[in-house]
């Protein structure tokens, strides 16, 4: 080895060093300073993400064993008021085939899920008018009353306190709302002027308060973030300590403004569930249909990193494609709830589990 390449492997070696010294603390003390977390991200290489991806199972093992929580995801509505710069179901693309599904195609989708093995059902969907507080309660208590030993999760977007008050004394058990970035300018850029990072932060600070299990989140790699901006979404989720925290690459659709911005990367959505699980080490973390889209065994690696729920499809067949958040969005194969075994098999081959029960968190 010449010296000059000597040099720069004492470097490499020096700063992986400084990397796992910060993950260390981030075990020991579960907080990091904001300048911490910049340093952490931005210097992170391949080694430093094989050391904590180790800490990070770890963790996860003694919380949650080797079970796999599955979710229903059940998207009800592609209809939305919002015109969110990166999502293909903005309300200004015109060439999205709007559906919504009817309350008894909801029921049937639940009881489908039953018979699977699911005992969680995520309603997901546009902030869609139609779905009022009185019928989305109803179908709420409808879905609640059914099968009693089942979780009924919403992801509908922002409402009224009083709307979500409604929603939860209906039976709602659990909210996933992702902060989507925590930064007021960096938010600015990625939604239109009527959306705030303020508003959205208030509807969960609410939800939380409301006493659901709420679950929150963001996008690696959408337009615009920098290793700051991450830092302050962790700051941020240390604040919020919520009991889920979806996270996943941004991809972009070609029919929405961000057409031509590049996707996360699976790199760094990795690293990240990585030190999500270390800053709070009880959160239920699914492995995202983002990160299944990115790789295809991008979901695998999820777990390996520390990720411990996974959500496949249980919408109708017919509307699958038709909810496109982002261009090749899977929906079939694991993704589909009807392939349990196929996702079963898959994380048998990785040493894990599906867990059939609800999947309460424990970070509660
Ligand atoms: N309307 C609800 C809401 O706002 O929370 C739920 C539906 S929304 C489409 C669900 C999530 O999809 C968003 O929180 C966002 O993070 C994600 N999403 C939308 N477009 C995406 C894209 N192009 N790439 C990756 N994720 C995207």
Redesign the pocket.
Known sequence: MSAGHLDAAVNADKSTGRITELIDQLEDRRSLTREEWTELIRGRNKQAAEYLFERARETRIRHYGHDVYIRGLIEFTNY?RND?L????RKSNPNAERYRLTPDEILACCEHGYELGFRTFVL????DGWFTDSRLADIVSSIHSRWQDCAVTL???ERSRESYRILKEAGADRFL??H?TYDHEHYSRLHPPSLSAQERQRCLWDLKDLGYQVGTGF?VGSPFQTPENLADDMLFLEKLDPQMVGI??????HDTPFADQPAGTLELTLFLLGLIRLLLPKVLLPATT?LGTIAPDGRERGILAGANVVMPNLSPAQVREKYL??DNKLCTGSEAAESLKDLESRMQAIGYRIAVCRGDSLNM
């Not at 996943?248 to 659709?253: K, L």
Request: charged share 10%.
């Open positions: 939305c969110c990166y999502c293909g179901i997901q969907g546009g902030e992801s509908v977007g709302l992702r989507e996008m996943g690459p941004f991809i972009p659709h983002a958040l982002y």
